[in-house]
Protein backbone atom coordinates (compact mmCIF):
# COMPACT_ATOMS: atom_id res chain seq x y z
CA UNK A 1 0.00 0.00 0.00
CA UNK A 2 1.37 3.76 -1.34
CA UNK A 3 1.72 6.17 1.20
CA UNK A 4 -1.66 7.53 1.71
CA UNK A 5 -1.71 11.63 1.83
CA UNK A 6 -3.29 13.58 4.64
CA UNK A 7 -3.44 12.66 8.69
CA UNK A 8 -3.08 8.88 9.67
CA UNK A 9 -6.43 7.87 10.22
CA UNK A 10 -6.44 5.74 14.75
CA UNK A 11 -9.34 3.84 14.55
CA UNK A 12 -9.37 1.53 17.87
CA UNK A 13 -10.71 -1.62 17.58
CA UNK A 14 -11.30 -2.15 21.37
CA UNK A 15 -13.00 0.52 23.70
CA UNK A 16 -16.03 -0.25 26.13
CA UNK A 17 -18.72 1.55 27.50
CA UNK A 18 -21.17 1.39 30.27
CA UNK A 19 -23.74 3.27 31.96
CA UNK A 20 -23.56 4.69 35.17
CA UNK A 21 -26.06 3.11 37.65
CA UNK A 22 -27.24 -0.07 36.91
CA UNK A 23 -30.68 1.31 37.35
CA UNK A 24 -29.52 3.39 34.19
CA UNK A 25 -30.60 0.50 32.38
CA UNK A 26 -33.91 -0.19 33.59
CA UNK A 27 -36.13 1.73 31.07
CA UNK A 28 -34.42 -0.31 28.68
CA UNK A 29 -35.85 -3.45 29.50
CA UNK A 30 -39.32 -4.38 28.41
CA UNK A 31 -42.51 -3.71 30.09
CA UNK A 32 -43.16 -6.99 31.65
CA UNK A 33 -39.87 -7.87 33.23
CA UNK A 34 -38.85 -4.40 34.70
CA UNK A 35 -40.09 -4.89 38.39
CA UNK A 36 -38.30 -8.57 38.24
CA UNK A 37 -34.88 -7.07 37.29
CA UNK A 38 -35.15 -4.00 39.52
CA UNK A 39 -33.69 -4.97 42.86
CA UNK A 40 -31.47 -7.43 40.84
CA UNK A 41 -29.96 -4.28 39.06
CA UNK A 42 -29.13 -2.70 42.62
CA UNK A 43 -27.88 -5.97 44.01
CA UNK A 44 -25.71 -6.67 41.19
CA UNK A 45 -24.00 -3.11 41.51
CA UNK A 46 -23.27 -3.69 44.98
CA UNK A 47 -21.71 -6.43 44.96
CA UNK A 48 -19.57 -4.88 41.72
CA UNK A 49 -18.40 -1.90 44.15
CA UNK A 50 -16.41 -4.70 45.54
CA UNK A 51 -13.99 -3.83 42.23
CA UNK A 52 -10.25 -2.29 42.64
CA UNK A 53 -9.81 0.60 40.31
CA UNK A 54 -5.97 1.01 40.01
CA UNK A 55 -4.46 4.01 38.83
CA UNK A 56 -2.57 3.06 35.77
CA UNK A 57 -1.62 6.87 34.01
CA UNK A 58 1.55 7.55 32.97
CA UNK A 59 1.80 11.24 34.79
CA UNK A 60 4.39 11.35 37.72
CA UNK A 61 3.04 10.97 41.12
CA UNK A 62 3.50 15.05 41.81
CA UNK A 63 1.64 15.91 38.36
CA UNK A 64 -2.04 15.72 39.34
CA UNK A 65 -4.73 15.94 36.18
CA UNK A 66 -7.18 18.45 36.28
CA UNK A 67 -10.87 17.95 35.37
CA UNK A 68 -11.69 14.81 32.83
CA UNK A 69 -7.97 13.97 32.71
CA UNK A 70 -8.14 12.25 36.07
CA UNK A 71 -10.47 9.75 34.70
CA UNK A 72 -9.11 6.73 36.97
CA UNK A 73 -9.78 7.75 40.08
CA UNK A 74 -10.79 5.02 42.22
CA UNK A 75 -13.95 6.86 42.36
CA UNK A 76 -16.49 6.70 39.96
CA UNK A 77 -15.80 10.59 38.37
CA UNK A 78 -19.02 12.43 37.50
CA UNK A 79 -17.10 12.71 34.29
CA UNK A 80 -16.10 9.92 32.57
CA UNK A 81 -16.54 8.90 29.03
CA UNK A 82 -17.53 4.89 29.20
CA UNK A 83 -21.14 6.74 30.23
CA UNK A 84 -20.96 10.16 28.98
CA UNK A 85 -20.75 11.00 25.74
CA UNK A 86 -19.47 14.63 25.69
CA UNK A 87 -16.82 13.73 27.65
CA UNK A 88 -16.14 10.37 25.76
CA UNK A 89 -15.42 12.56 22.12
CA UNK A 90 -13.81 14.97 24.42
CA UNK A 91 -10.79 12.48 24.96
CA UNK A 92 -11.28 10.73 21.57
CA UNK A 93 -10.44 14.05 19.85
CA UNK A 94 -7.83 14.97 22.14
CA UNK A 95 -6.23 11.52 21.22
CA UNK A 96 -6.88 11.70 17.36
CA UNK A 97 -9.44 8.87 17.35
CA UNK A 98 -11.51 8.97 14.64
CA UNK A 99 -13.29 5.65 14.97
CA UNK A 100 -13.97 3.08 18.20
CA UNK A 101 -15.44 -0.24 17.93
CA UNK A 102 -17.53 -0.30 21.61
CA UNK A 103 -17.39 -3.30 23.71
CA UNK A 104 -19.52 -3.87 26.66
CA UNK A 105 -18.59 -2.40 30.13
CA UNK A 106 -15.79 -1.14 31.74
CA UNK A 107 -13.97 -0.68 35.20
CA UNK A 108 -16.82 1.68 36.51
CA UNK A 109 -19.61 -0.52 36.37
CA UNK A 110 -21.56 -3.66 36.38
CA UNK A 111 -23.41 -4.91 32.85
CA UNK A 112 -27.43 -6.14 33.42
CA UNK A 113 -27.36 -9.46 34.38
CA UNK A 114 -25.50 -11.23 31.05
CA UNK A 115 -22.15 -10.61 31.71
CA UNK A 116 -19.48 -12.72 33.16
CA UNK A 117 -18.74 -10.33 35.95
CA UNK A 118 -22.40 -10.97 37.25
CA UNK A 119 -23.45 -13.94 39.27
CA UNK A 120 -25.08 -16.46 37.70
CA UNK A 121 -28.86 -15.78 35.83
CA UNK A 122 -31.41 -17.79 33.67
CA UNK A 123 -31.13 -17.72 30.30
CA UNK A 124 -34.29 -15.47 29.67
CA UNK A 125 -33.07 -13.22 32.67
CA UNK A 126 -29.77 -12.68 30.51
CA UNK A 127 -31.59 -12.28 26.58
CA UNK A 128 -33.29 -9.71 28.81
CA UNK A 129 -29.76 -7.66 30.06
CA UNK A 130 -28.63 -8.52 26.35
CA UNK A 131 -31.08 -6.50 24.63
CA UNK A 132 -31.61 -3.62 27.68
CA UNK A 133 -27.55 -3.30 27.00
CA UNK A 134 -28.33 -2.89 23.10
CA UNK A 135 -30.99 -0.36 22.90
CA UNK A 136 -28.45 1.67 25.76
CA UNK A 137 -25.50 1.04 23.39
CA UNK A 138 -27.73 2.52 20.52
CA UNK A 139 -28.70 5.85 22.25
CA UNK A 140 -25.34 6.19 23.27
CA UNK A 141 -23.63 5.47 20.24
CA UNK A 142 -26.33 8.40 18.60
CA UNK A 143 -24.40 11.26 20.09
CA UNK A 144 -20.86 10.10 18.70
CA UNK A 145 -21.24 11.33 15.06
CA UNK A 146 -21.05 7.91 13.29
CA UNK A 147 -17.71 7.50 15.06
CA UNK A 148 -18.48 4.77 17.22
CA UNK A 149 -19.67 1.13 16.31
CA UNK A 150 -21.02 -1.45 18.50
CA UNK A 151 -20.35 -4.82 18.92
CA UNK A 152 -23.69 -7.15 20.00
CA UNK A 153 -23.56 -9.48 22.75
CA UNK A 154 -25.33 -12.84 20.94
CA UNK A 155 -26.98 -13.45 23.94
CA UNK A 156 -27.94 -16.71 25.21
CA UNK A 157 -28.27 -18.14 21.79
CA UNK A 158 -30.84 -21.15 23.41
CA UNK A 159 -33.02 -19.98 20.79
CA UNK A 160 -31.71 -19.56 17.65
CA UNK A 161 -33.75 -17.77 15.65
CA UNK A 162 -34.39 -14.85 18.83
CA UNK A 163 -30.67 -14.83 19.01
CA UNK A 164 -30.74 -13.95 14.75
CA UNK A 165 -33.47 -11.59 15.32
CA UNK A 166 -32.08 -9.49 17.80
CA UNK A 167 -28.78 -9.64 15.55
CA UNK A 168 -31.15 -8.10 12.80
CA UNK A 169 -31.94 -5.25 15.29
CA UNK A 170 -28.48 -4.76 15.98
CA UNK A 171 -27.23 -4.47 12.59
CA UNK A 172 -29.42 -1.80 12.19
CA UNK A 173 -29.08 0.12 15.20
CA UNK A 174 -25.28 1.19 14.33
CA UNK A 175 -23.61 -2.22 15.76
CA UNK A 176 -21.01 -3.91 13.16
CA UNK A 177 -19.87 -6.95 15.26
CA UNK A 178 -20.93 -9.86 17.64
CA UNK A 179 -19.01 -11.87 20.19
CA UNK A 180 -18.66 -15.54 19.52
CA UNK A 181 -21.86 -17.32 21.38
CA UNK A 182 -20.29 -18.96 24.32
CA UNK A 183 -19.65 -15.60 25.89
CA UNK A 184 -20.90 -16.75 29.09
CA UNK A 185 -20.01 -20.85 29.30
CA UNK A 186 -23.46 -22.83 29.47
CA UNK A 187 -23.05 -26.66 29.63
CA UNK A 188 -26.56 -26.94 28.46
CA UNK A 189 -25.43 -25.35 24.87
CA UNK A 190 -24.11 -27.40 22.13
CA UNK A 191 -20.31 -27.60 20.85
CA UNK A 192 -19.75 -24.16 18.59
CA UNK A 193 -18.82 -27.42 15.92
CA UNK A 194 -22.35 -28.40 15.51
CA UNK A 195 -24.94 -27.32 13.12
CA UNK A 196 -27.17 -25.58 16.02
CA UNK A 197 -25.51 -22.63 14.97
CA UNK A 198 -25.55 -22.44 11.30
CA UNK A 199 -28.49 -19.69 11.20
CA UNK A 200 -26.69 -17.24 13.44
CA UNK A 201 -23.46 -17.90 11.05
CA UNK A 202 -25.52 -17.37 7.96
CA UNK A 203 -27.13 -13.74 9.38
CA UNK A 204 -23.71 -12.65 10.40
CA UNK A 205 -22.83 -13.03 6.58
CA UNK A 206 -25.87 -11.63 5.29
CA UNK A 207 -25.73 -8.90 7.64
CA UNK A 208 -22.09 -8.18 7.02
CA UNK A 209 -21.22 -8.39 10.77
CA UNK A 210 -17.93 -9.02 11.73
CA UNK A 211 -17.63 -12.34 14.34
CA UNK A 212 -15.21 -10.84 17.71
CA UNK A 213 -14.23 -12.03 20.26
CA UNK A 214 -12.74 -10.55 23.90
CA UNK A 215 -10.94 -11.60 26.60
CA UNK A 216 -12.87 -12.74 29.26
CA UNK A 217 -15.10 -15.47 26.70
CA UNK A 218 -15.87 -18.47 27.89
CA UNK A 219 -16.28 -18.12 31.64
CA UNK A 220 -19.33 -19.14 33.53
CA UNK A 221 -21.40 -16.16 35.68
CA UNK A 222 -20.21 -15.95 38.83
CA UNK A 223 -16.82 -16.46 39.20
CA UNK A 224 -15.50 -13.00 38.47
CA UNK A 225 -17.40 -11.79 42.01
CA UNK A 226 -16.16 -15.41 43.63
CA UNK A 227 -12.36 -14.62 42.63
CA UNK A 228 -12.55 -11.22 43.59
CA UNK A 229 -13.79 -11.92 47.10
CA UNK A 230 -11.37 -14.61 47.72
CA UNK A 231 -8.63 -12.37 46.40
CA UNK A 232 -9.24 -9.15 48.68
CA UNK A 233 -9.48 -11.03 51.46
CA UNK A 234 -6.67 -13.46 50.88
CA UNK A 235 -4.20 -10.51 50.51
CA UNK A 236 -5.43 -8.31 52.82
CA UNK A 237 -7.08 -10.12 55.36
CA UNK A 238 -10.71 -10.45 56.19
CA UNK A 239 -11.49 -7.61 58.65
CA UNK A 240 -9.08 -4.86 56.47
CA UNK A 241 -10.72 -6.15 53.28
CA UNK A 242 -14.37 -5.79 54.72
CA UNK A 243 -13.53 -2.36 56.08
CA UNK A 244 -11.82 -1.17 52.75
CA UNK A 245 -14.83 -2.56 50.67
CA UNK A 246 -16.69 -1.33 53.22
CA UNK A 247 -15.28 2.51 53.14
CA UNK A 248 -14.15 1.90 49.34
CA UNK A 249 -10.88 2.67 49.98
CA UNK A 250 -8.12 1.99 48.20
CA UNK A 251 -4.08 1.09 48.69
CA UNK A 252 -0.92 3.03 47.34
CA UNK A 253 0.00 3.05 43.81
CA UNK A 254 3.13 0.20 45.13
CA UNK A 255 0.75 -2.59 46.49
CA UNK A 256 -1.83 -1.86 43.86
CA UNK A 257 0.39 -2.44 40.95
CA UNK A 258 1.25 -5.86 42.91
CA UNK A 259 -1.81 -7.24 43.29
CA UNK A 260 -3.19 -6.04 39.84
CA UNK A 261 0.20 -7.93 38.65
CA UNK A 262 -0.75 -11.41 40.66
CA UNK A 263 -4.81 -10.76 39.96
CA UNK A 264 -4.22 -11.05 36.26
CA UNK A 265 -1.64 -13.79 36.33
CA UNK A 266 -3.24 -16.28 39.14
CA UNK A 267 -4.78 -19.43 37.74
CA UNK A 268 -7.94 -18.66 39.71
CA UNK A 269 -8.21 -15.36 37.77
CA UNK A 270 -11.56 -14.34 35.56
CA UNK A 271 -8.79 -12.22 33.54
CA UNK A 272 -5.76 -14.56 33.31
CA UNK A 273 -5.35 -15.22 29.45
CA UNK A 274 -6.21 -18.85 28.43
CA UNK A 275 -6.72 -20.35 25.24
CA UNK A 276 -10.72 -20.15 25.21
CA UNK A 277 -10.75 -17.57 22.52
CA UNK A 278 -7.96 -19.10 20.41
CA UNK A 279 -9.68 -22.19 20.99
CA UNK A 280 -12.00 -20.57 18.59
CA UNK A 281 -9.89 -19.78 15.74
CA UNK A 282 -9.46 -23.17 14.72
CA UNK A 283 -13.17 -24.44 15.59
CA UNK A 284 -14.55 -21.85 13.21
CA UNK A 285 -12.05 -23.65 10.42
CA UNK A 286 -12.82 -26.98 11.50
CA UNK A 287 -16.87 -26.57 11.27
CA UNK A 288 -16.49 -25.21 8.08
CA UNK A 289 -17.84 -22.16 8.63
CA UNK A 290 -15.21 -19.94 6.95
CA UNK A 291 -15.76 -22.26 3.69
CA UNK A 292 -19.41 -22.34 3.69
CA UNK A 293 -18.95 -18.29 4.55
CA UNK A 294 -16.03 -16.78 2.96
CA UNK A 295 -16.69 -13.10 3.35
CA UNK A 296 -17.05 -13.53 6.99
CA UNK A 297 -14.38 -11.99 9.13
CA UNK A 298 -13.33 -12.72 12.63
CA UNK A 299 -11.57 -10.50 15.15
CA UNK A 300 -9.63 -11.85 18.29
CA UNK A 301 -9.63 -8.32 20.30
CA UNK A 302 -7.68 -7.92 23.86
CA UNK A 303 -6.30 -11.64 23.62
CA UNK A 304 -2.76 -10.26 22.14
CA UNK A 305 -1.10 -11.52 18.67
CA UNK A 306 2.09 -12.72 19.88
CA UNK A 307 1.26 -15.79 19.96
CA UNK A 308 -0.61 -15.89 16.59
CA UNK A 309 2.81 -16.65 14.62
CA UNK A 310 3.79 -19.70 16.15
CA UNK A 311 -0.16 -21.16 16.58
CA UNK A 312 -0.48 -20.91 12.57
CA UNK A 313 3.17 -22.51 11.90
CA UNK A 314 1.58 -25.32 14.65
CA UNK A 315 -1.61 -25.58 13.27
CA UNK A 316 -0.05 -25.61 9.76
CA UNK A 317 2.04 -28.55 10.57
CA UNK A 318 -0.97 -30.17 12.35
CA UNK A 319 -2.76 -29.89 9.31
CA UNK A 320 -0.48 -31.69 7.11
CA UNK A 321 0.02 -34.72 9.74
CA UNK A 322 -4.01 -35.15 10.25
CA UNK A 323 -6.83 -36.01 8.07
CA UNK A 324 -9.25 -32.76 8.63
CA UNK A 325 -12.35 -31.30 7.04
CA UNK A 326 -10.22 -28.08 6.65
CA UNK A 327 -10.21 -26.99 2.60
CA UNK A 328 -7.36 -24.58 3.24
CA UNK A 329 -4.11 -24.45 5.38
CA UNK A 330 -4.90 -22.45 8.87
CA UNK A 331 -2.77 -19.80 7.75
CA UNK A 332 -4.68 -19.57 4.60
CA UNK A 333 -8.28 -19.19 6.70
CA UNK A 334 -5.78 -16.45 8.36
CA UNK A 335 -5.14 -14.53 5.90
CA UNK A 336 -8.27 -15.11 4.35
CA UNK A 337 -10.56 -14.18 7.50
CA UNK A 338 -8.82 -12.90 10.40
CA UNK A 339 -7.35 -10.12 12.56
CA UNK A 340 -5.93 -9.49 15.71
CA UNK A 341 -6.58 -6.31 17.90
CA UNK A 342 -3.73 -6.70 20.40
CA UNK A 343 -5.17 -4.18 23.11
CA UNK A 344 -2.20 -1.66 24.53
CA UNK A 345 -0.08 -3.16 22.00
CA UNK A 346 3.35 -4.28 22.81
CA UNK A 347 6.52 -3.80 21.11
CA UNK A 348 7.36 -7.05 20.17
CA UNK A 349 4.09 -7.16 18.68
CA UNK A 350 4.46 -4.89 16.50
CA UNK A 351 7.75 -6.05 15.57
CA UNK A 352 6.13 -9.26 14.94
CA UNK A 353 3.70 -7.71 12.47
CA UNK A 354 5.08 -9.37 9.39
CA UNK A 355 4.32 -12.44 10.83
CA UNK A 356 1.42 -11.62 12.06
CA UNK A 357 0.00 -9.95 8.23
CA UNK A 358 0.73 -6.18 8.10
CA UNK A 359 -2.56 -6.31 6.47
CA UNK A 360 -4.02 -8.75 9.96
CA UNK A 361 -2.90 -6.22 12.84
CA UNK A 362 -5.65 -3.46 14.39
CA UNK A 363 -5.14 -1.20 17.20
CA UNK A 364 -6.81 -1.25 20.75
CA UNK A 365 -6.45 1.60 23.01
CA UNK A 366 -8.93 -0.04 25.40
CA UNK A 367 -10.48 3.40 26.29
CA UNK A 368 -11.24 4.21 29.42
CA UNK A 369 -9.64 0.57 31.19
CA UNK A 370 -6.62 2.51 33.33
CA UNK A 371 -4.02 -0.05 31.52
CA UNK A 372 -5.48 1.05 28.36
CA UNK A 373 -3.09 3.48 25.68
CA UNK A 374 -5.21 6.39 26.77
CA UNK A 375 -4.20 9.31 27.46
CA UNK A 376 -0.87 8.79 25.78
CA UNK A 377 -2.15 7.36 22.60
CA UNK A 378 0.00 9.20 20.55
CA UNK A 379 3.56 8.48 22.89
CA UNK A 380 2.46 4.79 22.80
CA UNK A 381 2.40 4.87 19.26
CA UNK A 382 5.66 7.01 18.62
CA UNK A 383 7.58 4.23 20.70
CA UNK A 384 5.91 1.05 19.33
CA UNK A 385 6.13 1.95 15.61
CA UNK A 386 9.63 3.32 15.88
CA UNK A 387 11.01 2.90 12.44
CA UNK A 388 8.11 1.21 11.43
CA UNK A 389 7.54 2.41 7.63
CA UNK A 390 4.73 4.84 7.16
CA UNK A 391 2.74 2.37 4.65
CA UNK A 392 2.68 -0.39 7.24
CA UNK A 393 1.72 1.81 10.13
CA UNK A 394 -1.04 3.27 8.31
CA UNK A 395 -2.48 0.21 8.12
CA UNK A 396 -2.07 -1.16 11.76
CA UNK A 397 -3.71 2.06 13.52
CA UNK A 398 -6.71 2.37 11.52
CA UNK A 399 -6.74 1.17 7.74
CA UNK A 400 -6.94 -2.74 8.37
CA UNK A 401 -9.89 -1.56 10.95
CA UNK A 402 -11.66 0.13 7.80
CA UNK A 403 -11.61 -3.50 6.34
CA UNK A 404 -12.18 -5.33 9.16
CA UNK A 405 -15.71 -3.77 10.10
CA UNK A 406 -18.30 -2.48 8.13
CA UNK A 407 -17.95 1.04 8.69
CA UNK A 408 -18.25 4.25 6.46
CA UNK A 409 -14.57 4.84 5.38
CA UNK A 410 -15.10 7.61 3.80
CA UNK A 411 -16.79 9.60 6.99
CA UNK A 412 -14.08 8.40 9.25
CA UNK A 413 -11.29 9.26 6.82
CA UNK A 414 -13.07 12.65 6.43
CA UNK A 415 -12.79 12.85 10.86
CA UNK A 416 -9.12 12.12 10.88
CA UNK A 417 -8.37 15.24 8.91
CA UNK A 418 -9.47 17.06 11.13
CA UNK A 419 -8.34 15.53 14.56
CA UNK A 420 -5.84 12.57 13.42
CA UNK A 421 -2.28 12.99 13.57
CA UNK A 422 -0.07 14.37 10.94
CA UNK A 423 2.73 11.73 10.39
CA UNK A 424 5.69 13.84 10.70
CA UNK A 425 4.36 14.37 14.14
CA UNK A 426 3.25 11.21 15.05
CA UNK A 427 6.21 8.65 13.80
CA UNK A 428 9.12 10.83 14.06
CA UNK A 429 9.42 11.86 17.40
CA UNK A 430 9.92 9.31 19.56
CA UNK A 431 12.96 11.00 21.34
CA UNK A 432 10.36 13.25 22.58
CA UNK A 433 8.38 10.13 24.91
CA UNK A 434 10.24 10.49 28.73
CA UNK A 435 11.56 7.22 29.45
CA UNK A 436 9.77 7.46 32.30
CA UNK A 437 6.58 6.82 30.36
CA UNK A 438 7.75 3.80 28.81
CA UNK A 439 8.21 2.30 31.83
CA UNK A 440 4.87 2.69 32.73
CA UNK A 441 3.54 1.99 29.71
CA UNK A 442 5.35 -1.50 30.99
CA UNK A 443 3.70 -1.50 34.49
CA UNK A 444 0.13 -1.15 33.55
CA UNK A 445 0.68 -3.16 30.29
CA UNK A 446 3.28 -5.33 29.88
CA UNK A 447 4.86 -2.84 26.78
CA UNK A 448 7.80 -4.63 26.74
CA UNK A 449 7.55 -7.87 27.24
CA UNK A 450 8.89 -10.32 25.33
CA UNK A 451 6.77 -12.33 22.82
CA UNK A 452 5.07 -15.31 24.34
CA UNK A 453 6.19 -19.16 24.29
CA UNK A 454 3.41 -21.37 22.67
CA UNK A 455 2.84 -23.93 24.32
CA UNK A 456 2.87 -26.49 21.58
CA UNK A 457 1.67 -29.70 23.43
CA UNK A 458 -1.61 -28.14 25.29
CA UNK A 459 -2.07 -26.24 21.85
CA UNK A 460 -2.02 -29.89 19.64
CA UNK A 461 -4.20 -31.82 22.61
CA UNK A 462 -7.09 -28.70 21.67
CA UNK A 463 -6.73 -29.39 18.49
CA UNK A 464 -7.10 -32.81 18.45
CA UNK A 465 -9.91 -33.24 20.48
CA UNK A 466 -12.10 -30.78 18.77
CA UNK A 467 -11.05 -32.74 15.39
CA UNK A 468 -12.57 -35.84 17.25
CA UNK A 469 -15.78 -33.90 17.40
CA UNK A 470 -16.26 -33.32 13.82
CA UNK A 471 -15.28 -36.91 13.04
Known sequence: MADT?????????????????MKDYLPYFAHGVRDTVADLLVEEERAYRR????????????????????????????????????????????????????????????????????????????????????????????????????????????DIDAAVRELRWAREHGFVSVGVPGII??????????????????????LDMTLMVHAGWGFPQGRYQEFISAFVTT???????????????????????ALQKEFAESPAS?????????????????????????????VLAEVRSDWVPATLQLL????????????????????????????????AEVEAREAVGVERLMLGIDYPHPEGMWPDTWDWIRVAFDGVPESEA??????????????????????????GPDPSRLLSDREDVPAGH???FHRRSGFLRPAERVDTDATLELADEDLRLVG
Open 5 to 21: PGNIVIFSADGHAGAKR
Open 51 to 158: MIAPDFTSRPAEQKPEGSERLWSPAAPERFGGWDIAVRMEQLNREGVAGELLVPGHQFSSLPLFSVVNKPFEADLRTAGVHAYHRWLADFMAGGDGRLHGMADPGPCH
Open 185 to 206: EDPSLPSLLSDHYEPFWQACAD
Open 235 to 257: HLGEQEATQMLAAQQHLDEEARA
Open 270 to 298: PFRLDFGPRRLLWQLMLAGVFDRYPSLRF
Open 316 to 347: DSWYEQRTTPLKMRPSEYWARHCFATPSSIHK
Open 394 to 419: RLILGENALRAFPVDAAHIRAVAERI
Open 438 to 440: IEH
